[in-house]
């Protein structure tokens, strides 16, 4: 009883906050619900709408490239970063704490920093590019640039998961390296055969939460572009909270937030599904 009654706070934070908005959420996806009125209830219309709404697939789409781009190019500049930061040298302390710091850095700021470098007249990129002899697009007015552009501004967080690398390098047993050496082999070998399969479980981690990240991207585009241009940026939590809170469109949003529920726990579940084939766990025969 006293175990309860400490953890009441959490759990009545738990009840209100979540639990209850959760299953409200189940209920007001077959409803048309405007939050002033009354939600009405309309079975699967909202879904069947979502079928027919252009902007829902172009934000899907929009989702999908950042994913399928993003995910992959934070998984290996953390695991290059880290490699490079895993190495025994003077001050090595000092380099791995700036390459963490932009992760402690607020999004909000970070956000309002990346749209004044990527200003197209007077950012500070297109102003080195310019220096080079080259022209600089319009990063964030367009609408082929604008994605990338998110896209490279998310390697500015990748420090945390680097740090994660960087724990899981130093757990590599070193007489793995030492008889390797004794073998003949190259760093590139002992990267390829030592080094990586040995953390992929850290992989594998970083994978499963810059996945369920990338599909819930949402600040940065919201303070930068707000969709634009042309619906370039305008990724599914855009868009989810658009009609949530914009339009007032609370029971689509919520048909919205359970699609994108669906969509990131199928793609785990592939990633737990494809795990066995190439992550290795050292207890395992």
């Given at each position: 009883?006293?175990?309860?009654?400490?953890?009441?706070?959490?759990?009545?934070?738990?009840?209100?906050?979540?639990?209850?908005?959760?299953?409200?959420?189940?209920?007001?996806?077959?409803?048309?619900?405007?939050?002033?009125?009354?939600?009405?209830?309309?079975?699967?219309?909202?879904?069947?709408?979502?079928?027919?709404?252009?902007?829902?697939?172009?934000?899907?789409?929009?989702?999908?490239?950042?994913?399928?781009?993003?995910?992959?190019?934070?998984?290996?500049?953390?695991?290059?970063?880290?490699?490079?930061?895993?190495?025994?040298?003077?001050?090595?302390?000092?380099?791995?704490?700036?390459?963490?710091?932009?992760?402690?850095?607020?999004?909000?700021?970070?956000?309002?920093?990346?749209?004044?470098?990527?200003?197209?007249?007077?950012?500070?990129?297109?102003?080195?590019?310019?220096?080079?002899?080259?022209?600089?697009?319009?990063?964030?007015?367009?609408?082929?640039?604008?994605?990338?552009?998110?896209?490279?501004?998310?390697?500015?967080?990748?420090g945390g998961a680097m740090v994660?690398?960087?724990?899981?390098?130093?757990?590599?047993?070193?007489?793995?390296?030492?008889?390797?050496?004794?073998?003949?082999?190259?760093?590139?070998?002992?990267?390829?055969y030592i080094t990586l399969p040995?953390?992929?479980?850290?992989?594998?981690?970083?994978?499963?939460?810059?996945?369920?990240?990338?599909?819930?991207?949402?600040?940065?585009?919201?303070?930068?572009?707000?969709?634009?241009?042309?619906?370039?940026?305008?990724?599914?939590?855009?868009?989810?909270?658009?009609?949530?809170?914009?339009?007032?469109?609370?029971?689509?949003?919520?048909?919205?937030?359970?699609?994108?529920?669906?969509?990131?726990?199928?793609?785990?579940?592939?990633?737990?599904?494809?795990?066995?084939?190439?992550?290795?766990?050292?207890?395992?025969?």
């Amino acid at each position: 009883m006293k175990g309860l009654l400490f953890i009441s706070p959490w759990l009545i934070g738990f009840i209100a906050f979540t639990l209850i908005p959760f299953a409200l959420s189940i209920y007001y996806s077959f409803t048309t619900y405007d939050i002033i009125n009354s939600p009405r209830w309309t079975g699967m219309s909202n879904f069947n709408n979502l079928l027919h709404d252009s902007l829902f697939w172009k934000a899907l789409y929009n989702t999908m490239f950042y994913t399928i781009f993003s995910v992959p190019l934070s998984v290996v500049a953390g695991i290059i970063l880290a490699l490079i930061l895993n190495m025994k040298v003077k001050g090595i302390g000092i380099y791995r704490t700036i390459f963490y710091l932009p992760t402690i850095v607020p999004i909000v700021a970070s956000s309002l920093l990346w749209q004044w470098l990527f200003d197209s007249q007077f950012g500070v990129i297109n102003s080195l590019l310019y220096f080079f002899g080259i022209e600089g697009p319009g990063w964030l007015v367009d609408p082929h640039w604008s994605k990338p552009a998110l896209i490279l501004m998310g390697l500015w967080g990748v420090g945390g998961a680097m740090v994660i690398y960087l724990a899981g390098l130093q757990d590599v047993p070193q007489e793995m390296y030492e008889s390797a050496e004794l073998d003949g082999c190259t760093w590139r070998q002992k990267i390829y055969y030592i080094t990586l399969p040995m953390i992929t479980p850290v992989i594998f981690f970083n994978l499963i939460m810059g996945l369920i990240g990338s599909f819930q991207y949402f600040t940065e585009s919201y303070i930068i572009t707000e969709g634009g241009p042309n619906d370039s940026t305008l990724f599914y939590s855009l868009y989810l909270y658009k009609n949530g809170f914009t339009y007032f469109h609370m029971g689509y949003a919520s048909a919205m937030a359970w699609v994108l529920f669906l969509v990131i726990l199928v793609s785990t579940i592939v990633v737990f599904k494809s795990s066995a084939r190439w992550v290795y766990y050292g207890g395992e025969r």
